[in-house]
Every structure is written in C-alpha cells, then in structure tokens.
C-alpha cells in the first residue's frame, strides 16, 4: 500500500492477481487463458464500454493451479471520460470520487446482496474505498506490474494537487475531470514530468502521453527499480522492445492507467439490453450478428457464454403458438417486477438513491438450467453501477422523484421496444399520451400503433394477438403510465405497496391465462371436421354392397341419375320422430342421416311425407333400434314450435331391424336375420354418410 501526501492511499491489486510474484492460492484473474489473447488489441474481457464513467469487465477468481472457482464481474472506473464539457454545470473529480463512496455505502447497505465481494483493505475503517494504483500488462509474458517512473523507477501515482498542477500549466484536479500521473519523489526534488493516457488539443507540450511513457521505460536499468517489479529490465526480449521495432508499444497494454476504484460481484449471464429480446423472439444469431456490426464483443461472449452452458432453451411455447404473448408479457412484467423492487424495496431494505436507472446498467442472472423449466423462466436482475453525480437540476425544486420517472421508462422499453421500433420513438409518444392531467388516459389513447400488443415481439411485423387477451395488455399499459403520471404530477399519492400488489395480480392472471390454453370464444361457428371425402365413402358403400351381392340376399339399389352412382344420406331424427314412420323429404329438403346396419337390414321406400320441421343447433343423441323397435333414452316428444331446438339422434340398429313402416321383401321378423349371424357376419356394418349432398331422397333396398 502506498502512503500518499495529500493523506488519500492507494493500495496494489498485486496481491490479489493470479499468476504474478508470490501469488495467493485463489487470485484473481483478468484475463482469459486463451493464448490467442496476445493477438488482441487488449486480453481483457471488455463486457460493456457504453457508460460514461464505468465499463463492465469479466473475471474470475482461480487456484494456482489455473482451475476456476467463481466468475465475477468488475465494475471499473474508466481512465477516459465520455461526458461533454459542461461550463454550466461542471462535473470534476471530485464529483466521481463522491460518486464511487456513495456507491461503496449503498452495496454496503443492501443486507441481502451477498454478490459483492471486497478484497482486504479496500476499504478504510470508516468505509471509505481506497482506489488501486495504475496498473500494466505485458500481453507477451503474462505479468503485471504497476507503471514506474522512467527517472527513477518509483511508482507514479495521481496527482492531486492543485496548486501544483496549476503552477505546472495544467488543470486542477478538483475543477475538471483531467487526470495526470507524475513522481512524488520526483516532485520533491524539482523534476516534475506529468503523464496523460491521451493527449488533447490544449495540453501543452510537456506532457507525455501512453506512448512516450511506455517508450521512456528504455531508460530503467537494474539499479534504479527500487521494489524490483518492474519485468522489464531483467526481461531477454527487453532489445526487441525498446530497440527500433518498439514492439513494447503492442505488448504492454494498461489495464487502467490512473488509479481506479473497483466493485467486484458475482458475475451475471447477459445484459437487459439482450435479455429483452431474447424473450420477445430473437435469435442468438440475430442478435450476434447486430452485435458485430456495433463492435460490441463483450456482449457476444455473453451470449455465446449462455448457449456453451446450455441456456438457449428460452421459451414454453414456441413462436407460432399463441400463448407465445402471454408467455413473454409475464416474463417481462416478472423481468420489470424484480427490477422494481430494487428501485422501491419494502420497509427496512435500503433502496437505490435518486439515481440515473437506465436500461443499459441493468444485468440478468440465469442459474443453471435444471431442466424442469425454460430457462429464461429463472432470473434475477441487478444494477451495475455507481451513484451518479448530481446534476444541477438537482438542485432545483423537482415536481417528484426521478426514480418514479426512470421506472416508468424502463417499464415501457421493456413492453414496446423491439426491432421495429426503437426507444426514440417510444419516448415521443410517451410525452404525448402521458401529458394527460386527469387521471389515466382513456384506453382510446392507446389506440397508436406504438402501443399496439404485437409490440411485445421482437418482430411484431405479422404478428396478431387474441382479442380475448387485450385486457391483460391494457392493464400493464396503465400500471407503466400510474408511474409516470406520479413522476411528472406534483401531489399525487403513490403506494410501492399496493403498485406491487396491482402487479402481482396482474401477473396471476396472465399466467393462468397462459396455462390454461386458448381462450374459448363465444360468437365463434362450429366447425365440423369432413376429412373424410366423398371418395373414400363411395369406396365404402360399394365394399358392403358388394359383400351383400356375394351372399345373394340384396340388389343393387335403384340409383337417381342425379347421383351418379353415389348414395349420400345422413338422416337428423328428433325424440318424437324415433316412433314415428320415417318419411322422404321433399326435394329441397336435406336429409342428414348417420345410419348403423347390419347385414340383414333393408330400407325401402317410405310413405308420402307428413309436415316437417327444421332442425338447427341440435345435439346428438344415441338411440338404439331393438328387434321390437326403437327406444329413444329422451322419450319426450319435442312439440313443432320446440323444433329448432330438438337434439339430434345417432341411430343404431340392430340385426333385422329397421324403423316403423318401412316395407320390403325381407322385412321378416327380427329373429330371420340371425341367419346371417350363423355364416360368420355377426358384426353390424357402420355407413357414415356425407350431409353434403342436399338432393338425395330417401331410396329403399330391393332384394
């Protein structure tokens, strides 16, 4: 640990690295194993740069042996700012290191977050973070080390005095994020060289940069490596590094090149920026492919990770069921419950401070799969971030709390963002509609196509949901706008405790929705299944009559010529005209008729019809036609104007049976069928006839 003059300390990662001098038997490592690491710009695991102020970085801690035991994730100060100057408003060193103890507090605080791992001595006794000194990597032999003085070899550190720095014509620490690397021991004696890892426009000519830093390394020799760390001087390839080739400028590489603060937790399987579309029906390889295009590596390892541990099972239901929506609205309004809770914990848990909550610092942990579930069915979201410095608005009287706000945009990125349709212009309708001063807009409000359910999907284009379900969608709409419409209204009241509530119900219903299939439709026709074609019942009826011709007992049929050789009849038969005699219908009538025979049974001409009435919505009803005629298990008769709503009857008769008044040749006795019965034929023969055919009469057997 280095003892600093300004009364601020900084501390060594070296101790704690895997694979340096003296190392502890679980380090940590930063790199990844494989060899073809050398070849790239930086070996380490780059997961997410987009943040201003942090970038993501995977790792792990591993035996000396190299055998991993845990992956973890490090939340790590940048050494170059993306932020804009802002005279207004400022933001300077001071601001960030603010920032980072406020997030040291805040993860202290959370009881039940064991992720966060601390390593000895990064903090003080008052729990105040002490940042890492600036620490190299030599890509070629594996080693770190911390960057020394090119004069006389002892560690450079942060220079954080002002008055030194405005004497020297550079900014001062505390006014402005400009950083700077020098000597102390130098600086006593009157040689005051600064370093920057990038030069800028209005720097002046003194400074030196990466490059003229790793370069100058040429100037240490044995003698003036006062800790005996520094791997170059005692390093074979130290002439084809520092001679002509320069080729120390490729293979030392910083993993920070100011000192840096550090969070260490428990690693996480992907960002929410890729977890969203995952469940709403993006491909790995889709995403992969967009990630490669934004040069975003880090984020592929992270997908690649998942599908290598077998968590590419995503979905209960695939992508043409449609369940499929109901199945990603509850886990996106799980994904949004879990988030919450964080943001607005229940009394006692510390939550997070009026912070910046957005959607690109939110990471998603997938256990491993257990094989009962999808596994985009188990997860656990967290933030992964500092407590930001207050903005001058901040300062200001605000109409309610921000945390409200970000929760709200947040909701409805998560609904509606997807590949048609981007966050901007989400957050144009969202000022519009959410402009309303008088409760909750009307649901006629959502009618835009921004807010449509086929949002949901990561390509909603084609997509269709059932309007039985718009309710449920309706509702997770008007639980994102209850947060904003408090966010931006003064003076509303809102409870964590019954929004939550409100949510979980909401999650209830569309999870037994799911589950319990489709919805059954009310105003929907009966559809009745004819896959049976005509064809195939020709081929039927001309099997029995064949099998009757062989044993001589039956004619062939008297055909209409409008049939062509085809005999069609289905026959609808009320309770009350099971007794009666069975009468032709008129021409324009149609007869549906399902008929069960046997080998002796006849049906010949009826008599001249009596009045009928029509028959819709029936039900069938099976009755069964006895040698002593027909039972019906309904026996009241339906009465004319009871017609419409009589039940159909399947009509089954048995050996030398047929209905009451049908007149034949072999219309004997039911005993003279049993005849047949003796020859081998003791099973009834089944026709199912086609109601198709609206011109068939009623046409009897000859023998």
């Not at 070849?39 to 790792?59: E, G, M, Q, W, Y």
């Not at 960030?96 to 202290?108: E, G, L, M, N």
Request: overall charge negative.
């Amino acid at each position: 640990m280095n003892a600093r003059t300004d009364g601020i300390r900084e501390i060594s990662l070296l101790p704690f690295l895997s694979g340096v001098k003296n190392s502890p038997p679980v380090g940590l490592s930063l790199t990844s194993v494989d060899p073809s690491d050398t070849d790239r710009s930086t070996p380490f695991n780059i997961l997410h740069d987009s943040d201003p102020l942090t970038s993501v970085v995977a790792a792990s801690f591993v035996t000396d042996s190299g055998c991993e035991l845990k992956r973890v994730f490090l939340l790590l100060q940048k050494d170059r700012y993306d932020i804009e100057r802002d005279e207004l408003w400022p933001l300077t060193n001071r601001d960030i290191d603010d920032a980072w103890r406020h997030a040291f507090s805040h993860h202290a605080d959370e009881g039940d977050d064991a992720s966060r791992i601390l390593l000895s001595g990064q903090t003080d006794d008052n729990g105040i973070p002490n940042p890492f000194s600036s620490l190299f990597f030599c890509k070629t032999r594996r080693l770190f080390f911390h960057p020394p003085c090119p004069l006389c070899g002892h560690p450079l550190t942060l220079c954080k005095n002002d008055d030194l720095l405005l004497s020297s014509g550079l900014r001062p620490y505390s006014g402005s994020t400009k950083r700077y690397l020098h000597c102390v021991s130098c600086s006593t004696q009157g040689a005051n060289e600064f370093y920057v890892r990038e030069l800028g426009n209005d720097d002046p000519e003194t400074l030196h940069d990466q490059s003229a830093l790793i370069n100058n390394f040429r100037q240490l020799r044995e003698g003036s490596d006062p800790a005996g760390d520094f791997p170059c001087i005692r390093c074979p390839d130290h002439d084809k590094c520092y001679g002509d080739s320069r080729a120390a400028q490729a293979r030392i590489v910083p993993f920070s090149f100011y000192p840096f603060y550090l969070l260490i937790f428990d690693s996480m399987s992907l960002p929410a920026l890729d977890f969203l579309p995952l469940i709403s029906g993006a491909s790995f390889d889709e995403l992969k492919s967009a990630l490669s295009a934004k040069g975003e590596p880090g984020r592929i390892s992270c997908l690649e990770n998942i599908q290598r541990d077998g968590l590419s099972g995503i979905t209960l239901f695939p992508a043409h069921d449609e369940r499929y929506f109901l199945e990603a609205l509850f886990l996106k309004l799980s994904f949004l419950g879990d988030l919450l809770r964080q943001i607005f914990p229940q009394p006692g848990i510390t939550g997070h401070p009026e912070m910046e909550l957005t959607i690109d610092r939110i990471w998603v942990r997938l256990p491993g799969q257990s094989g009962l579930l999808p596994s985009f069915w188990n997860f656990r979201t967290k933030f992964l971030d500092i407590v930001r410095p207050p903005g001058i608005s901040q300062f200001f009287p605000k109409p309610a709390s921000s945390n409200l706000l970000q929760a709200g945009l947040l909701w409805f990125y998560a609904l509606l963002v997807n590949k048609r349709q981007d966050s901007r212009d989400l957050m144009l309708s969202l000022k519009e509609t959410a402009s309303f001063k008088d409760g909750l807009p009307a649901v006629e409000s959502l009618s835009s196509p921004v807010y449509a359910p086929e949002q949901i999907f990561w390509n909603p284009e084609g997509k269709q949901v059932d309007r039985h379900w718009l309710p449920l969608w309706e509702q997770s709409l008007m639980l994102g706008f209850t947060l904003l419409q408090t966010a931006i209204h003064p003076g509303r009241q809102w409870s964590p405790g019954s929004f939550f509530t409100e949510l979980e119900n909401l999650r209830t219903e569309v999870r037994v929705a799911m589950l319990r299939g489709s919805p059954v439709r009310e105003d929907a026709p009966v559809r009745v299944d004819q896959s049976v074609g005509d064809e195939n019942i020709h081929k039927i009826l001309k099997g029995i009559i064949g099998k009757w011709r062989q044993r001589g007992v039956t004619e062939t049929p008297v055909e209409s010529p409008e049939e062509d050789n085809e005999m069609m009849e289905t026959i609808i038969l009320t309770p009350a005209e099971i007794a009666a005699p069975v009468y032709p219908l008129s021409e324009d009538e149609e007869w549906t008729e399902t008929v069960v025979l046997s080998s002796r049974v006849v049906i010949t001409e009826p008599p001249p019809s009596s009045p009928r009435y029509p028959v819709s919505d029936a039900e069938l009803e099976t009755v069964v036609l006895s040698a002593g005629g027909a039972k019906a298990e309904q026996s009241t008769a339906a009465l004319p104007d009871e017609r419409e709503d009589a039940m159909m009857e399947t009509v089954i008769m048995t050996p030398g049976t047929r209905p009451e008044g049908a007149e034949g040749a072999d219309a004997g006795p039911a005993g003279e069928g049993m005849e047949d019965s003796e020859n081998g034929d003791d099973l009834p023969d089944t026709v199912i006839l086609n109601p198709q055919k609206p011109k068939v009469k009623a046409k009897g057997w000859k023998d």
